[in-house]
């Protein structure tokens, strides 16, 4: 669901973009890569931010397809290992909450990272007139 999700936004993106700053590009000498690369890519940094926390915490979060695959318990994921902690007849909350913390590190890191890009993304490419 994710990854249709990101197909949808990064479309939408690309579709906002007025056609005359394409057309002009495409006066001036611009191929397509140069469009891509020059006007298209800036231009929709900020859903590319979007799209990018998104993908991270989709993977990041997995739980079931780890679960499935890995037999090892030295070999599991941080989500899978947590839910090993919390058994039947032993549960230490602290343990839990402070394994919680640390899968939480990186999805707060790149949300950090990333969110300058979130509303820079709103003026650029507008067309004046």
């Known amino acids: 669901m994710i990854g249709a999700l990101n197909v949808l936004l990064m479309r939408n993106a690309f579709m906002a973009i007025p056609l005359e700053i394409d057309e002009a590009a495409l006066l001036d000498g611009a191929n397509v890569w140069q469009r891509l690369l020059y006007i298209g890519l800036p231009s929709v940094r ?3 931010s979007v799209v990018a926390i998104l993908s991270f ?5 997995d ?3 780890p679960l499935l695959v890995l037999q090892s318990p030295d070999k599991l994921t941080l989500t899978v290992g947590l839910a090993y902690l919390h058994s039947t007849f032993s549960a230490d909350p602290r343990t839990i909450a402070a394994g919680a913390m640390i899968a939480l590190l990186p999805i707060v890191v790149l949300f950090v990272s990333l969110q300058r890009f979130f509303f820079r993304g709103v003026g650029e490419g507008a067309v004046k007139g």
């Not at 915490?57 to 979060?61: L, S, T």
Request: hydrophobic share 75%.
């Open 57 to 61: 915490i989709g993977a990041w979060d």
């Open 46 to 48: 900020g859903i590319m």
């Open 63 to 65: 739980f079931l397809w």
